[in-house]
């Protein structure tokens, strides 16, 4: 069946640097997109989402990007933080049926 | 404080036994969802309902159920059918609006032995 899936299962990444991890999606039904992040043992927490309709989205240090037309979602942060590292999910709503389905997640360990 | 609740957060079953994990929201959202995370792996959907007294299967159902009987509360049974039922389950919530969040509770580790 159609899923969200991610290119990079963990991902090191200095203090201070740019992060940037990859999602890619099939389902060309899908109009809504949010990445969460999961501490562990913790359930996830929302990070920042985006519609169909946009292209891009930021938000505080995070950006999330969209290209429709290669079903590819990135999220993007800035000066990544020890308290950065955490495992990140992108998540797909296909809105006729308003069910959320996950990617397989991707961790990322912030070196100091 | 508005948010969901999952208990117990810790939870240890005989092979064999069902056991029902509790999750409880009070942002009155309509749509709530149940997912079983494995350690290293993603989130996946075992059932979700969008409405009180109605719920549908998610992509792995099997040997779980569920009931929808208040707004605010969505249990889960894991049966003695489940083959692996030793997992991290997650419960979330949502409005039935287009296009929001998902809001989740911090989770049952459930550890059968």
């Known amino acids: 069946g159609e899923n969200v899936g991610l290119h990079l299962p963990t991902l090191s990444v200095q203090e201070g640097d740019n992060s940037i991890i990859n999602c890619a999606y099939s389902n060309s039904a899908s109009d809504y997109f949010i990445w969460y992040k999961q501490e562990s043992g913790k359930g996830p927490q929302f990070i920042i989402d985006?519609?169909?309709?946009?292209d891009k989205r930021q938000g505080q240090r995070v950006t999330v990007l969209l290209n429709k037309t290669v079903k590819h979602l990135s999220l993007q942060i800035a000066a990544t933080q020890p308290g950065d590292s955490a495992v990140y999910f992108c998540?797909?709503?296909?809105?006729?049926?308003?069910?959320?389905?996950f990617g397989g997640g991707t961790r990322v360990l912030v070196k100091p | 404080d508005g948010g969901i609740t999952q208990s117990p957060k810790y939870l240890f079953r005989k092979e064999g036994q069902n056991v029902t994990l509790s999750c409880e929201q009070n942002l009155n959202h309509d749509a709530m969802y149940w997912y079983r995370q494995d350690p290293g792996q993603g989130l996946r959907l075992i059932y979700y309902?969008?409405?009180?007294?109605?719920?549908q299967k998610g992509d792995i159902a099997e040997g779980y159920s569920v009931s929808r009987e208040k707004k605010e509360s969505f249990p889960l049974t894991v049966t003695s059918a489940q083959k692996n039922p030793t997992a991290f389950y997650l419960c979330?919530?949502?409005?039935?609006?287009?296009?929001?969040?998902?809001?989740f509770g911090q989770g049952t580790r459930l550890t059968v032995v």
């Open positions: 309902s969008q409405i009180v007294n109605d719920f």
């Open positions: 985006i519609r169909s309709n946009m």
């Open positions: 998540a797909e709503n296909e809105a006729a049926g308003n069910k959320l389905t």
């Open positions: 979330a919530s949502s409005t039935q609006a287009m296009n929001t969040e998902a809001f």
